[in-house]
């Protein structure tokens, strides 16, 4: 199975909309360099299909890359359908799914924004177990599970 990287995305702070950058560098055991999210124990990355941002569209309209505070947008994959432990090549780098989903918490600028976040239900999380460079465009490819 494989898909594609079509937003590399970061914020500054927390509960924030995340800005399409194009690449960044990952760092092993912590995330996006410069990211709000790096070093979050087993939530380093937040990984979301460009087929559930598709859906809240009918919601809510217009919505890009990073509204919903998502690391890396991916296009070709059933995310959510990933079980933990899945390990993914992206680019020079390789992360594990480490978890499905999550509590949105209050105060949300997405939640506020948009009345609903999909991340809740569809979202899922990694560590970076390689660090290296990953760009808009590169391959997600599932290896395997751990």
Same mark, same amino acid.
């Given at each position: 199975m494989q898909g594609?990287?079509?937003?590399?995305?970061? #914020? @500054?702070?927390?509960?924030?909309?995340?800005?399409?950058?194009?690449?960044? %560098?990952?760092?092993?055991g912590?995330?996006?360099? $410069?990211?709000a999210?790096?070093?979050?124990?087993h939530?380093?990355? #937040?990984?979301? #299909?460009?087929? @559930?941002?598709?859906? %809240?569209?009918?919601?809510?309209?217009?919505?890009? =890359?990073?509204?919903?505070?998502?690391?890396?947008?991916?296009?070709?994959?059933?995310?959510?359908?990933?079980?933990?432990?899945?390990?993914?090549?992206?680019?020079?780098?390789v992360?594990k799914v #480490?978890?499905?989903g *999550?509590?949105?918490?209050h $105060?949300?600028?997405?939640? *506020?924004?948009?009345?609903d976040?999909?991340? =809740?239900?569809?979202?899922?999380?990694a560590?970076?177990?390689?660090?290296g460079r990953? @760009?808009?465009?590169?391959?997600?490819?599932?290896?395997?599970?751990?």
């Amino acid at each position: 199975m494989q898909g594609t990287v079509v937003a590399v995305c970061t #914020s @500054s702070q927390k509960g924030q909309r995340k800005v399409d950058v194009g690449t960044a %560098m990952l760092i092993a055991g912590q995330g996006i360099e $410069g990211d709000a999210h790096a070093g979050f124990a087993h939530r380093q990355i #937040s990984l979301l #299909s460009v087929a @559930s941002i598709d859906k %809240m569209k009918q919601k809510c309209g217009e919505l890009v =890359p990073g509204d919903f505070a998502e690391n890396l947008t991916v296009e070709g994959l059933d995310l959510p359908a990933l079980p933990v432990g899945t390990v993914l090549h992206i680019g020079e780098t390789v992360l594990k799914v #480490s978890q499905i989903g *999550k509590e949105c918490h209050h $105060g949300c600028e997405v939640m *506020k924004a948009v009345g609903d976040c999909v991340m =809740p239900r569809e979202g899922i999380f990694a560590t970076v177990e390689q660090g290296g460079r990953i @760009s808009r465009g590169d391959r997600v490819e599932v290896v395997g599970l751990v």
